[in-house]
């Protein structure tokens, strides 16, 4: 069978199910529409025969008779009697009361028929539609169990998976049409893996330039040390202390790199809880003041008892990286301001605005890279993985940085987080 015939049949297929769905709606509608007039028919002759009973409510006493009947020759002659015993307390001719309830069913009709008719085209184009991405399906489904797919078809993706390499940057092509979509999918999963190894295989360079640098340092002062030290006493303190100072550095970066290497394995265990930022904030300010006598803080608070949920302990680490890199860049005297508010849109917010050496434009889109440092901050000692942590637990509050930086002017750096309703 041919792919336009096999259309056909589907469409035909779902042509039948659509008028098959609409006559069983339009019944139904019927049907409610019956329910419906029959109660409205209901409803006045009881309110009729409820408002003759009222005016003559002192007359009727328990045990009396309710009916119709017809007194004569035709409908015309129904009449409503109401007897107690022998005597007929009631008796009212039902023929125009029964006439006007007939009358507005009728009308109630008259609409509902017209409402069937206006609606009855649109709601079968509807239940087509609906019913569109279910044959849309069907065709797909029929025209994969008629591919002709032979063994050499599996050689063919077999040969090519076998030389896939994550180093390899040209996309894959399989040369057979009726395997574009397996042959896309293998180019999507081939450049995700080429950007994977590319990022790590980066960072295990990166990581290693990092770590060579200390441990030639130590060694040197080893072999110094070893050579004219056992004798010389100031050899033996400068190489103490720098031999010191290296491995602090070192024990420092290996930590910066297991805290990533936990956090990509998805091992940082995350502990939330109701936090006020105002406190937070002041406890750095605090420790700031003690630890750093070199610059001026200020502390600002633009908003009280601003509340997020947060892992008091993480954002506190990624504030403390802020706060550390301000410290770093603004010279000795120079004011590091720290500053606590909120937002209109709904986000509470942690800032540190320095008067530091400032950041380039281009610096600012890979500031958050891990080992990126910026060539004017190469003399200044760091590791370039503190602000990849700062980014890395902002991301677990599913919050973001705002960031304003000019050369020679200092740097702001603005962590929001949604605020607690």
């Not at 395997?179 to 360079?205: C, P, S, W």
């Not at 033996?236 to 805290?259: G, P, R």
């Not at 919050?399 to 702001?412: D, P």
């Amino acid at each position: 069978m041919s792919s336009n015939q096999s259309k056909t049949r589907n469409t035909k297929n779902v042509t039948s199910i659509a008028r098959k769905l609409h006559n069983l709606l339009i019944r139904r509608k019927i049907g409610a529409f019956f329910a419906a007039d029959l109660f409205l028919f209901l409803s006045i002759a009881s309110i009729w025969i409820l408002q003759l009973e009222m005016g003559n409510i002192g007359k009727i006493e328990p045990g009396y008779q309710r009916y119709f009947t017809i007194r004569g020759e035709g409908i015309v002659n129904l009449r409503y009697i109401v007897k107690s015993g022998g005597d007929i307390l009631i008796e009212e001719k039902a023929y125009m009361p029964l006439v006007v309830a007939l009358s507005f069913v009728g009308v109630a009709v008259i609409f509902q028929f017209i409402g069937v008719v206006f609606s009855f085209y649109a709601e079968y184009r509807k239940i087509k539609k609906i019913l569109n991405p279910i044959n849309e399906i069907a065709l797909k489904a029929d025209e994969l169990s008629k591919l002709s797919f032979d063994e050499s078809k599996y050689h063919t993706i077999e040969n090519a998976i076998e030389n896939i390499s994550p180093q390899q940057t040209t996309e894959l092509s399989l040369g057979d049409p009726s395997l574009q979509g397996i042959e896309a999918a293998m180019n999507n999963m081939l450049n995700k893996m080429h950007d994977t190894y590319m990022q790590q295989a980066r960072f295990v360079n990166d990581a290693s330039h990092e770590l060579r640098t200390p441990i030639a340092v130590i060694q040197g002062y080893v072999n110094m040390l070893d050579r004219w030290g056992k004798e010389d006493e100031e050899i033996l303190d400068e190489s103490i202390n720098a031999i010191k100072n290296e491995s602090d550095h070192m024990n420092h970066l290996v930590e910066q790199l297991l805290f990533l290497a936990r956090g990509d394995a998805g091992r940082n265990t995350m502990t939330f809880e109701d936090t006020s930022l105002n406190t937070m904030m002041n406890e750095i300010y605090e420790e700031s003041l003690m630890i750093d006598e070199k610059h001026i803080y200020r502390y600002e608070e633009r908003a009280e008892n601003v509340h997020i949920t947060c892992d008091v302990s993480m954002l506190k680490q990624a504030m403390r990286i802020l706060v550390d890199n301000a410290a770093k860049y603004t010279p000795e005297g120079q004011d590091i301001e720290l500053c606590v508010g909120e937002t209109d849109d709904g986000f509470g917010y942690i800032q540190v605005q320095d008067s530091g050496i400032g950041m380039e434009e281009v610096d600012v889109k890979h500031m958050f890279e891990r080992f990126y440092r910026a060539d004017d901050t190469r003399k200044i000692q760091g590791t370039g993985l503190g602000l990849s942590i700062a980014r890395w637990i902002v991301d677990k509050h599913e919050g973001h940085f705002e960031i304003t930086s000019r050369k020679e002017l200092g740097t702001r750096i603005r962590i929001l987080i949604k605020k607690n309703l």
